[in-house]
């Protein structure tokens, strides 16, 4: 009995110790692969096991294949980096940059959770598990392109890129061509030509920049082809208005390969054109790669007012771009409004007079009345600026002859035309239909005034 009860206590000691502890296992080993000289690798290593698993990366050096070599990080002239994460499981990404051929070889994912994997004096049940990836790194297949660069000039006949892979690591199972890295959809086949062509619309900073040809192989082989212009210049409003003591931006933009080295700004003056320095005057300049921005304090009618030009340089060529700017007076927005007041008070007052002289038998109330709202009107719709078409006429003549119902028939269209979407959402326009509504209801008390 004694025997027995001593095996049942030895057989649990070893299921709690089988459930503690297992031995390490991988659940992602490394891949083999195939690249070319200057390109990077990954190799991606995860294992799992209680207590958490140690991972080692080792590789064959030299030309010796029997014998294996720890690698660290930043071992191989700082071209090699390792990454670890120990959780639950134990992950190792180990990164190669600017292989070359001595590369090529057989690494090892090593891992292990016993206890004594790192003593020397003590044999280990199970020291290490290993997992192995084969990487052959080969020269760049010979890729001929026409033409290498190409710029605008006379010589350009056809502006056609070429590339012929001459010695294809692999069969061809496709192409396509990348601009500037991105991929030009319409380019992509399934041919297993090695010859590849793409033909340009102009040499000219929308079409420039830098053309890739790919082959769809083993491994993925390209090359490029440099498509140079003068820079592209726009300005982000051809037409600037400022007003006088305010601060005032003019803006130009580029684009095109290549990029832009030098932005210049200048401005016509009486004298000739005059050249822009930052920190002059009231003059401010402010590069930004691809953007340019000139800032202009304390504006003036008389000396800033004028054409400003935005110059943009690279080893190319250079664009020029011109920008008008407009300076405006402090009280420019108050003189139509007073010119409108002016002539209201001017034409009640014609009225006033002239209802005051007339003879019984002459031109009737209504019809005076609305050949004055039609001036008033006119001139209203003018300063806002509001472009009077055909459907809108009607309102000249809302006001009937008859001074009792003016004001209703009056409010009720004047509400109509503000509803309607052509007049929503600007201030002018919202605010000269106020001054027509305003006059309007004016004209209309002061007839029905005049007529009692």
């Known amino acids: 009995m004694a025997t027995t009860t001593s095996l049942l206590l030895l057989l649990l000691l070893f299921f709690l110790d089988c459930a503690s502890a297992y031995t390490a296992g991988f659940i992602k080993a490394p891949l083999s692969d195939v690249k070319l000289i200057e390109d990077s690798i990954e190799l991606d290593c995860e294992a799992i096991g209680k207590p958490t698993p140690e991972i080692q990366w080792w590789a064959v050096e030299g030309n010796d294949t029997e014998v294996m070599s720890q690698l660290y990080d930043g071992a191989r002239q700082q071209r090699v980096n390792i990454n670890f994460i120990y959780d639950l499981d134990a992950k190792s990404t180990i990164s190669i940059m600017n292989l070359n051929i001595e590369d090529t070889g057989t690494y090892e994912c090593r891992a292990s959770n016993d206890p004594y994997r790192n003593d020397l004096k003590m044999i280990p049940q199970v020291k290490w598990i290993l997992s192995q990836a084969t990487v052959i790194v080969i020269e760049h297949p010979t890729i001929v392109t026409d033409p290498r660069i190409l710029e605008p000039g006379e010589n350009v006949k056809d502006a056609i890129l070429r590339c012929n892979l001459t010695d294809p690591p692999s069969p061809i199972e496709g192409h396509v061509w990348k601009k500037d890295d991105v991929e030009i959809s319409t380019t992509r086949d399934s041919s297993s030509s090695p010859l590849m062509e793409y033909k340009l619309d102009a040499v000219d900073a929308k079409h420039s920049g830098e053309y890739t040809c790919h082959y769809f192989t083993t491994p993925a082989v390209n090359d490029t082809i440099y498509v140079k212009a003068p820079p592209g210049v726009n300005a982000e409003k051809k037409s600037e208005h400022g007003n006088e003591g305010d601060y005032g931006v003019l803006i130009c933009r580029s684009s095109g390969f290549p990029s832009v080295e030098n932005w210049s700004w200048s401005r016509q003056t009486k004298a000739g054109i005059e050249l822009i320095v930052n920190g002059t005057k009231n003059f401010h300049i402010k590069n930004m790669g691809n953007k340019t921005e000139l800032r202009i304090s304390q504006l003036g009618i008389e000396q800033d007012q004028g054409e400003y030009f935005c110059n943009a340089t690279n080893e190319i060529g250079a664009k020029v771009e ?95 035309l503000l509803k309607k979407q052509h007049f929503s959402g600007h201030p002018s326009i919202n605010s000269g239909l106020f001054l027509i509504v305003l006059s309007g209801i004016f004209l209309t008390f002061f007839t029905s005034g005049i007529s009692d």
């Open 322 to 416: 011109t920008i008008h700017l407009r300076v405006r007076g402090r009280y420019a927005a108050v003189w139509p409004f007073l010119g409108i007041v002016a002539e209201v008070i001017v034409l009640v007052a014609i009225i006033f007079i002239y209802e005051k002289r007339r003879k019984p038998d002459e031109i009737s109330d209504g019809k005076l009345i609305t050949l004055v709202f039609y001036v008033c009107l006119h001139n209203v719709l003018q300063a806002s600026r509001i472009l009077l078409v055909q459907e809108y006429w009607y309102i000249l003549f809302i006001i009937r002859t008859d001074p009792g119902n003016h004001t209703g028939k009056f409010q009720a269209d004047a509400e109509n």
